[in-house]
């Protein structure tokens, strides 16, 4: 079992307009409204950079700055994790049917916003940060994926690290073999010790006998864990905005799960 802290949350999704607005959803019971995912652009980066940047990159970018700021940390101070099962969709999507046309000429700005780690590279640009990153996929079990590799890297280094988890629906034709509702991105910033700045203790353990994961009660909201990989963290989120004593079992690979137990 392995303990960490969470420091500070973002989060973007349909109607989840940020941490306040959703913890006050899941702690104080506010009806749920979906709507518009509303990402706002990052004015961190230059001008030359943020008209290069495409709908994956500013949703990462917007829940990450949110958990930093949450966090009262300096934007580029910690190791970064990044997990997205996909990428950017709309960016591939555009590749595929260049690549299918007479010309055949991948424009350099698409081809390096389809780099699974280009949220990472414009983090980096955006707060100056010269601390590591990591980018990782693992289809739908890249919440888990990204959860286990920041929370083993705050305790094997002893500090802060963030966690941005996002992704993103695919157009057609893509969409119908690969379905993904809607965006949704977030982040945690998770510590090795707590502090005055500390939400909640994460409790994480590795189980093979979880007969489910842990869904939400909400059915709009259980549509959207189920159709977007970056959305299996919701339940963690209730967790902390509702002080949930039951841990939360999230589904990982190979009969794995992870069962997190919160303490607020």
Same mark, same amino acid.
């Not at 698409?110 to 916003?113: G, M, Y």
């Given at each position: 079992m392995m303990r960490v802290y969470v420091e500070g949350v973002g989060v973007r999704g349909p109607g989840l307009d940020g941490w306040a607005q959703t913890r006050a959803l899941f702690g104080a019971g506010e009806s749920y409204r979906?709507?518009? *995912?509303?990402?706002?652009l990052c004015g961190l980066l230059p001008p030359a950079e943020r008209r290069r940047t495409v709908a994956s990159v500013n949703l990462a970018l917007a829940v990450g700055l949110e958990a930093m700021e949450n966090a009262s940390l300096p934007a580029g101070a910690l190791p970064a994790v990044f997990s997205s099962s996909c990428g950017d969709g709309a960016t591939i999507h555009e590749i595929i049917e260049v690549l299918n046309s007479p010309e055949r000429e991948v424009s350099p700005i698409?081809?390096?916003?389809s780099v699974h780690n280009a949220p990472a590279g414009y983090w980096s640009i955006a707060t100056r940060s010269q601390e590591p990153s990591t980018s990782l996929c693992c289809y739908d079990a890249s919440f888990s994926a990204g959860l286990l590799e920041a929370a083993v890297l705050a305790r094997v280094e002893e500090r802060a690290v963030i966690l941005v988890v996002y992704d993103m629906p695919y157009p057609e034709p893509l969409h119908s073999v690969r379905p993904i509702s809607a965006p949704f991105g977030m982040a945690l910033v998770l510590a090795p010790r707590p502090s005055f700045a500390t939400l909640a203790e994460l409790q994480i353990e590795l189980i093979a006998d979880a007969e489910k994961a842990t869904t939400m009660v909400m059915p709009e909201l259980e549509a959207l864990r189920q159709s977007n990989p970056a959305a299996r963290g919701l339940p963690l989120l209730e967790a902390l905005a509702a002080g949930?004593?039951?841990? *939360?079992? *999230?589904?990982y690979i190979a009969g794995n799960w992870l069962a997190i137990a919160v303490r607020t």
């Open positions: 979906a709507g518009p *995912v509303v990402v706002p698409r081809f390096h916003n949930w004593m039951e841990p *939360v079992k *999230v589904d």
